[in-house]
């Protein structure tokens, strides 16, 4: 009963692995009854939904019908609002190589999923004068990658648009933040189809020599884990970031070296 959400209504996209698996995790440990959205499931975030206060909802959130289904299932309440989904192909070709509907897919999931499902969400929270919205975005929306170039034009959008809206929401009792990571293990990262190996295709190393340049570039020498981004969630979420909003919070183990 004392947990730091018991009785809250949480809704996160993205949300059956990596940082969105850990926070669906971290949400319901604090006692949030949460709805987690994704296109598929996973084992583990099966073994969440069993123990009971976490929902699955299969959703495509490239469409607005998707947004609205997903915070539909929240029945009438959202306290918190988590908008994780999102890739990041690496484009070894360089910028002609991206063509237009390839800038459409991206911006459609790293920019324009959050859009929707925080318009369908924000309804709720203005009527109950109160929530939090936290949105992932990346060190690549301060700190542009020409190998992810569209990912981080789309990552730029999203945290000049949740600006923007925190200061119109702010006055409601709606905080709205966003969570910059840098490197992540993640299957973004580590997938057999991720970052590290679609680089190492094209520069004749492995995968592990990538992750290792990677680490080394990071003053404390690695990757964050899923779940430190998760507690960095659950804080802007929570009360104790009461007066809180329009921040950009950066967890990347000093991998940006100003701002």
Same mark, same amino acid.
């Given at each position: 009963?004392?947990?730091?959400?018991?009785?809250?209504?949480?809704?996160?996209?993205?949300?059956?692995?990596?940082?969105?698996?850990? =926070?669906?995790?971290?949400? !319901?440990?604090?006692?949030?009854?949460?709805?987690?959205?994704?296109?598929?499931?996973?084992?583990?975030?099966?073994?969440? =939904?069993?123990?009971?206060?976490?929902?699955?909802?299969?959703?495509?959130?490239?469409?607005?019908?998707?947004?609205?289904?997903?915070?539909?299932?929240?029945?009438?309440?959202?306290?918190?609002?988590?908008?994780? =989904?999102?890739?990041?192909?690496?484009?070894?070709?360089?910028?002609?190589?991206?063509?237009?509907?390839?800038?459409?897919?991206?911006?459609?999931?790293?920019?324009?999923?959050?859009?929707?499902?925080?318009?369908?969400?924000?309804?709720?929270?203005?009527?109950?004068?109160?929530?939090?919205?936290?949105?992932? !975005?990346?060190?690549?929306?301060?700190?542009?990658?020409?190998?992810?170039?569209?990912?981080? !034009?789309?990552?730029?959008?999203?945290?000049?648009?949740?600006?923007?809206?925190?200061?119109?929401?702010?006055?409601?009792?709606?905080?709205?933040?966003?969570?910059?990571?840098?490197?992540?293990?993640?299957?973004?990262?580590?997938?057999?189809?991720?970052?590290?190996?679609? =680089?190492?295709?094209?520069?004749?190393?492995?995968?592990?020599?990538?992750?290792?340049?990677?680490?080394?570039?990071?003053?404390?020498?690695?990757?964050?884990?899923?779940?430190?981004?998760?507690?960095?969630?659950?804080?802007?979420?929570?009360?104790?970031?009461?007066?809180?909003?329009?921040?950009?919070?950066?967890?990347?183990?000093?991998?940006?070296?100003?701002?």
């Amino acid at each position: 009963m004392n947990s730091p959400l018991h009785g809250r209504t949480a809704v996160v996209t993205g949300a059956s692995k990596g940082i969105g698996l850990a =926070v669906v995790e971290a949400l !319901a440990q604090a006692g949030a009854a949460v709805i987690a959205g994704s296109r598929t499931s996973t084992p583990e975030l099966d073994a969440l =939904v069993k123990e009971g206060s976490v929902t699955w909802v299969p959703v495509d959130l490239r469409d607005a019908e998707g947004a609205e289904r997903l915070v539909h299932e929240a029945a009438g309440r959202v306290d918190v609002l988590v908008n994780n =989904v999102g890739a990041a192909p690496a484009r070894t070709g360089g910028f002609l190589s991206v063509s237009d509907a390839d800038w459409q897919q991206g911006l459609d999931l790293n920019l324009l999923s959050a859009v929707r499902v925080t318009r369908a969400a924000l309804p709720l929270m203005l009527e109950a004068g109160r929530g939090s919205i936290v949105t992932v !975005a990346s060190v690549n929306a301060t700190l542009p990658d020409p190998m992810v170039i569209d990912y981080s !034009a789309g990552k730029a959008a999203l945290v000049a648009f949740s600006k923007a809206l925190s200061k119109e929401v702010g006055p409601k009792g709606i905080r709205v933040n966003t969570v910059s990571p840098g490197p992540v293990r993640t299957d973004l990262w580590l997938a057999q189809d991720g970052v590290a190996a679609t =680089v190492s295709a094209a520069a004749g190393i492995t995968p592990d020599d990538v992750v290792a340049q990677v680490a080394g570039s990071v003053p404390t020498g690695r990757f964050s884990t899923p779940a430190e981004v998760a507690e960095l969630v659950l804080f802007l979420a929570g009360d104790q970031a009461r007066n809180i909003t329009g921040s950009d919070m950066i967890i990347d183990g000093g991998f940006v070296p100003t701002r």
